[in-house]
């Protein structure tokens, strides 16, 4: 079995990571699947997000890695696909995953959301709490004392360098 893993992942969390491992032991194979969204203005590419991803799960077997515009549920049908996985951290994201499945498998039939629920650990941390954490940490890093090893507990060694990169 196939299962999609679609995502914003601007950039790739430990949270990611961790739905990725535990969806790689489900399935034969996860196909994550960067959206390509030049509305959204995100702070990596797509190519860039593609390459986080890569580095940071290089230990997880049975991934591949791709990107998609337009609707997810089109991309499934076309790729012949039939399982979609989502991780939900709490309550909101759950309010946030049901509409969107349901309209999925109105859109395609044969697709089946997955939803896996998050380590605990992560429950609480998102790319875009990471990116206004590293935004505001790094801009001002020499009045504030901003020490970044704080990012090492939600994100790889790779997307904190990347972060920096960005912001400093
Ligand atoms: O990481 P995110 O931003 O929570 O992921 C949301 C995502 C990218 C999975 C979702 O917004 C999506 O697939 N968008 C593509 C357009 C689409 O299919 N929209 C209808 C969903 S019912």
């Not at 030049?38 to 290089?58: G, W």
């Not at 790729?79 to 349901?102: C, K, T």
């Not at 020490?147 to 060694?157: G, S």
Request: aromatic residues 10%; negative net charge.
């Amino acid at each position: 079995m196939i299962a999609l893993f679609p995502g914003s992942f601007d950039p790739v969390t430990l949270g990611h990571l961790d739905i990725l491992k535990r969806g790689a032991q489900l399935f034969d194979q996860v196909i994550v699947a960067v959206l390509n969204n030049p509305a959204k203005s995100p702070l990596f590419t797509v190519q860039e997000r593609i390459d986080l991803l890569r580095e940071s799960a290089a230990d997880i077997p049975g991934i591949q890695f791709e990107s998609y515009s337009g609707l997810l549920a089109d991309f499934a049908r076309k790729r012949e696909i039939h399982y979609i996985l989502r991780g939900v951290r709490s309550e909101a994201d759950f309010a946030y995953e049901m509409p969107m499945a349901q309209a999925n498998k109105q859109l395609t039939d044969e697709l089946e959301t997955i939803i896996m629920v998050t380590n605990h650990a992560y429950a609480y941390m998102s790319a875009g709490l990471i990116r206004e954490i590293a935004a505001a940490g790094y801009a001002s890093i020499f009045e504030s004392g901003f020490d970044d090893k704080v990012l090492d507990q939600w994100v790889t060694p790779t997307v904190k360098n990347m972060l920096k990169n960005k912001f400093m």
